[in-house]
């Protein structure tokens, strides 16, 4: 029986470069396959705003040839709630982008970051047409200056920047952290970015009332035999526990080549940190659209109340929509 608690990757530089690009499910995201919802006209907007942002890319042919008007912003920044298509759009964008052109989450620059030193990384990323944020959400300062250094240099250098959130960049950081400096930062990164606000339904049609399937303890081994290929089974404490052994940015070779992973007795989480590592590796779970077979309390209820009305609330849910998909046989 394999377990992802043997696991224990590591991840060069040269590692998280070549997976700077849209996630599996993403590969054939285009425009043309973002069916917006004609009760939301911030979605057809968007797309709009996104064809008018690559626009820039044309060639440029005849005297009344489109130019990019000089008041253009160098970012694009989609807003919105989980599920409305915004890693969609955001792929879609990549795609029609020039080389060389990289797509990952926030995590995976800042430790691209980490890994090579800023300099390094500055000088790899520099001659880009465009730079891909999955994510944007900001937890931690130092990250926020880093990353606002770096794109703010790339920027003057030439590279275009397009960022997805569920949050708007004025409100990141809401409510974890009020230094001054910090929001500054932020302040002067917002500027750089036009914001599209996508409003709209989780397209998964997951609503909270959905449940993440939970198999009875008894038939979980059954169940795990009706996979073929890598299936790794663990206890749910033993995982929670790893995770708060290897670097959230190596979670995604923690599942790398899995085929389903399957957790026994999921009970609540009790610390805020273990349910942020768990947000994590259901993030890379579900790039990877790798299935989850559950035994115990239902993953959807893992988050505590007091966790779900704090400031990370977002988060859980968003997560709480992605297990509800892994566990549904959507992987
Ligand atoms: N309007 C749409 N037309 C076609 N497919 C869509 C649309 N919106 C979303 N999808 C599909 O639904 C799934 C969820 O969308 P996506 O992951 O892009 O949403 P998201 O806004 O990034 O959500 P999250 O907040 O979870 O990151 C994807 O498979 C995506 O291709
Ligand atoms: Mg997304």
């Known amino acids: 029986m394999e377990h992802l608690t043997d696991r224990l990757p590591t991840l060069t530089g040269d590692e998280i470069i070549a997976h700077l690009v849209p996630p599996r499910q993403f590969v054939d995201a285009t425009l043309d396959s973002y069916r917006p919802d004609h009760d939301y006209p911030s979605q057809s ?8 942002f690559t626009s820039a890319w044309k060639p440029s042919g005849g005297l009344f040839s489109r130019r990019r008007s000089s008041s253009a912003l160098p970012g694009i920044y989609l807003d919105g709630g989980f ?17 060389r052109k990289y797509f990952g989450t926030f995590l995976e620059y800042t430790s691209l970051v980490g890994a090579l030193g800023y300099q390094s990384a500055f000088q790899l990323l520099k001659g880009a047409s465009l730079i891909c944020i999955d994510e944007f959400e900001l937890d931690d300062p130092g990250d926020t200056r880093i990353m606002s250094r770096l794109l703010t240099e790339l920027v003057a250098t030439g590279t275009r920047i397009a960022a997805t959130s569920n949050t708007p960049p004025n409100a990141l950081g809401e409510g974890r952290f009020a230094a001054q400096d910090f929001l500054r930062e932020i302040d002067a990164l917002a500027a750089q970015f036009l914001t599209l606000r996508i409003d709209g339904l989780d397209y998964r049609r997951r609503d909270l009332e959905g449940h993440a399937v939970s198999t009875p303890a008894a038939d979980l081994e059954s169940a795990v035999a009706k996979y073929s290929g ?52 259901v993030d890379r779970l579900y790039d990877a ?37 892994l566990t549904n046989g959507e992987g």
């Not at 599920?83 to 080389?99: D, F, N």
């Open 289 to 325: 659209q790798i299935p989850i077979l559950a035994s115990g309390t239902s993953l959807d209820q893992v988050f505590a109340d007091d966790m779900l009305a704090g400031g990370y609330r977002k988060k859980y849910l968003r997560a709480v929509s992605r297990m509800i998909a």
């Open 83 to 99: 599920g409305v298509g915004k890693t969609h759009l955001l792929a879609a964008l990549w795609h029609l982008a020039p080389p």
């Open 45 to 52: 907007e968007a797309v709009a705003a996104i064809r008018e």
């Open 230 to 281: 890598v299936i790794t089974t663990d206890r749910f404490a033993d995982v929670v526990n790893h995770l708060a052994k290897v670097h959230p940015s190596k979670y995604v070779k923690l599942v790398d080549g899995l085929d389903a992973i399957a957790l026994t007795d999921v009970r609540v989480l009790t610390s805020q940190t273990d349910a942020l590592r768990l947000v994590a590796f």
